[in-house]
């Protein structure tokens, strides 16, 4: 997307960042990795991960970090979900709840892990991120996927008219796509 700050970007008037952190408003503490607009109408703590650019485990250790150890879940969200809403986060959470796993996120219509849209038991993911760690050294450029080894998932299907709460904008045209599915 030409270096743009993707989380920044609107769709329907509204930058992507703020339609996530909206979803999870009753989150205490909501941390955002990465750079935070000066403008973002909601209180969070902020963190990037050391040496920036390490990825999203590198990010999630870092954002984990300042996730007091009292919580229970963790919401681990790109900041470039659009569609994501409290319902589609509760889901999530009452999946975790309720089932013998450590974490849930929804699979897509074509069967994939929709990874960086789940919610977490927070000591089972601090575990596995503490062992991915511990195996390969560091966390630098580890991919979510080598992450979800160390954790048991139900992988939990969206039935729901609209765009999948999933969905991100990686490119101009999944933009051009947010932008008229929210018309």
């Not at 979900?81 to 959470?93: H, Q, S, Y």
Request: hydrophobic fraction near 40%; proline fraction near 9%.
């Amino acid at each position: 997307m030409g270096g743009a700050d993707k989380p920044t970007l609107p769709v329907a008037g509204q930058p992507m960042l703020t339609r996530v952190l909206a979803a999870v408003h009753d989150a205490e503490p909501r941390v955002v990795v990465g750079r935070v607009p000066p403008d973002l109408p909601v209180h969070v703590h902020s963190t990037r991960e050391d040496p920036p650019g390490g990825g999203p485990v590198a990010a999630t250790s870092a954002g984990l970090a300042l996730v007091p150890a009292h919580v229970t879940f963790t919401a681990l969200l790109a900041a470039d979900l659009p569609f994501l809403t409290g319902e589609a986060i509760d889901v999530l959470r009452l999946t975790v709840e309720s089932a013998p796993m450590q974490g849930a996120v929804y699979r897509d219509s074509e069967g994939r892990r929709q990874l960086l849209c789940g919610v977490w038991r927070t000591t089972a993911l601090r575990e596995a991120v503490d062992r991915l760690a511990a195996e390969r050294g560091d966390l630098h450029g580890a991919s979510v996927r080598d992450l979800m080894e160390y954790l048991r998932v139900a992988e939990v299907s969206w039935r729901r008219p609209g765009p999948p709460p999933w969905f991100d904008c990686d490119t101009d045209d999944d933009l051009r796509t947010a932008e008229e599915w929210a018309r």
